[in-house]
């Protein structure tokens, strides 16, 4: 038993699936690495198209159990399991900042109590689903979320319990069963959430946790035909990859992919409101799909602009994510940051001007980095990088910044700067994305649809969105008391 539990800081991981109930090994397993120093944190199960094919079989048998469990007492478990992920946070909070490097300070306050809200929301949100019931001459139309049946929901490690727990909270909710697959970067979290869910007293094969390489195991989640719904957080090649696979059984499809959000800072913005929404894409390494990457000012405000952004970003401390003191930890994996590294060297080897950063930190960090004199359509300002790296241009007219913000093929999220509030308007309703903010970042409402436009994502989830999106929508119209018939 011991030898599938790994200690991470302080904390007893299970390095196995959970599959129906239980602990499943693999024979082969794969190593888990912390970007805080590099060291071993687990030998993970290396999860097999066998392995794969008995969850989805352990989902499909527990559905019609969970589908058919009145909504109270499912909203009632989720709650359980919000308890639990509240009673563990300090636990789920050191182990994620060991597995992907964000900052400790965030997770306690940020990121896990938005994992247990996960829960309570789609509960919640579960008990007051609803409609007005309307007529037909004189039918009644009723509309019901029954529950589609197995989902496979596949995550990345940015932000690794948080975008689970996102998707499978609401799967639950709808009363449809699960196969977790989390990122092969980041396996930890997972794994706690399983016994985290065990313990609250979800039945067994309701959540089943497969760890494993998403290129060995992925196609066989995606192509069974016993899988009614598909939810995908990660990159745009991947999603791609799913949708083929997806397509064999019309399984259908919600993905959220990756973006490069503009942030549009007009001249007449509040300055100081302006460069902390500049100095805050720099959040979590960079490794946030929503960040405004791409930063557009007018031109009579750059100079000023760019002076007190370099000189706010210069007060950002990188180093230990568990210091409380440490502003932005290192980035995921050695190899994530080759890739950041290689698009900062093409950028500047193309005539771009590194204003700050534009190589490496110490350790696996990346400096925070800010590049001008960049082309519209060159790489660095048309691809994600995922990483600490901005770039700035300038625009001179409303249009213009609005032409640029929209010249990309993402449309995940947008950020407007302005003071002037018919000017914000007139703006952010041409911006296409998914989510636009005026005036601030990243705050975010369970209720609101969320999602990306164009290659940031086909669909929405988020409150009832995500009941349309894991349940089969269902009208039932009923003729009135009497009636005969057409004839
Ligand atoms: N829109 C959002 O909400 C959001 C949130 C976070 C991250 N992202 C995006 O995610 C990307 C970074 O994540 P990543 O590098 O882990 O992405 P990725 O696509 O490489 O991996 C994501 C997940 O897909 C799995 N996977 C890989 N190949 C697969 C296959 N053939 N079939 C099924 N699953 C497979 C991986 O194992 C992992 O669990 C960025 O583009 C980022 O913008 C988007
Ligand atoms: O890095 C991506 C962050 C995504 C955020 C959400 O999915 C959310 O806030 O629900």
Not at 153 to 160: G, K, M, Q, R
């Amino acid at each position: 038993m011991t030898e599938h539990l790994s200690t991470v800081a302080g904390v007893a991981v299970d390095t196995r699936h959970w599959i129906g109930g239980e602990r499943v090994a693999s024979a082969e397993t794969f190593t888990d690495v912390s970007p805080i120093d590099g060291s071993t944190l687990a030998e993970i199960a290396r999860g097999t198209a066998m392995d794969a094919a008995a969850a989805v079989a352990a989902a499909k048998a527990a559905f019609p159990g969970w589908a058919a469990t009145p909504r109270a007492e499912r909203a009632r478990l989720l709650h359980a399991i919000a308890d639990g992920v509240e009673k563990r946070l300090e636990d789920l909070a050191i182990v994620e900042t060991h597995d992907n490097g964000a900052l400790l300070r965030s997770h306690r306050r940020g990121v896990m109590p938005r994992a247990a809200h996960n829960f309570r929301f789609f509960a919640d949100w579960l008990l007051k689903l609803d409609h007005e019931d309307f007529d037909t001459r004189g039918h009644t139309n009723t509309v019901s979320w029954d529950p589609a049946g197995p989902c496979v929901l596949i995550t990345p490690w940015n932000a690794p319990l948080m975008l689970a727990t996102w998707k499978v909270a609401p799967a639950l909710a709808a009363g449809n069963t699960v196969i977790l697959k989390p990122a092969e970067w980041t396996p930890l979290t997972a794994s706690l959430l399983a016994d985290i869910a065990a313990e609250a007293g979800l039945p067994a094969g309701v959540l089943n946790v497969v760890q494993g390489y998403g290129s060995e195991i992925g196609d066989v989640l995606t192509s069974h035909p016993d899988i009614r719904r598909i939810s995908f957080t990660g990159s745009v090649p991947t999603a791609k990859r799913i949708s083929a696979s997806a397509a064999a059984n019309l399984t259908p499809l919600s993905l959220e992919l990756g973006g490069k959000s503009p942030l549009l800072v007009f001249a007449d913005t509040d300055l100081d409101l302006a460069v902390d929404l500049a100095v805050e894409q720099y959040d979590n390494a960079g490794q946030v799909c929503l960040a405004a990457t791409r930063v557009l000012v007018e031109e009579p405000l750059v100079d000023e602009f760019t002076r007190r952004f370099v000189a706010k970003a210069a007060e950002l401390r990188q180093g230990d994510p568990r210091e409380a003191t440490t502003d932005i930890g290192p980035n995921i994996h050695p190899r994530q940051l080759e890739k950041i590294d290689g698009f900062v060297q093409r950028a500047i080897a193309a005539g771009a001007r590194a204003v700050i950063g534009g190589h490496r930190g110490a350790g696996q960090h990346y400096a925070p980095t800010l590049l001008t004199d960049v082309a519209q359509d060159s790489e660095i300002v048309q691809e994600e990088v995922f990483g600490p790296v901005l770039t700035l241009q300038t625009f001179t007219t409303e249009d213009e910044a609005v032409r640029l913000a929209n010249d990309t093929r993402f449309g995940l999220a947008a950020t407007v700067a302005t003071g002037d509030h018919e000017r914000a308007e007139r703006v952010t309703a041409q911006l296409v994305a998914g989510t636009v903010w005026a005036n601030c970042f990243f705050v975010r409402d369970l209720r609101a649809p969320f999602g990306g436009s164009r290659h940031s994502g086909v669909g929405r989830e988020g409150g009832t969105w995500s009941f349309d999106f894991y349940c089969d929508v269902k009208n039932t119209v009923s003729a009135p008391k009497g009636w005969r018939g057409h004839g």
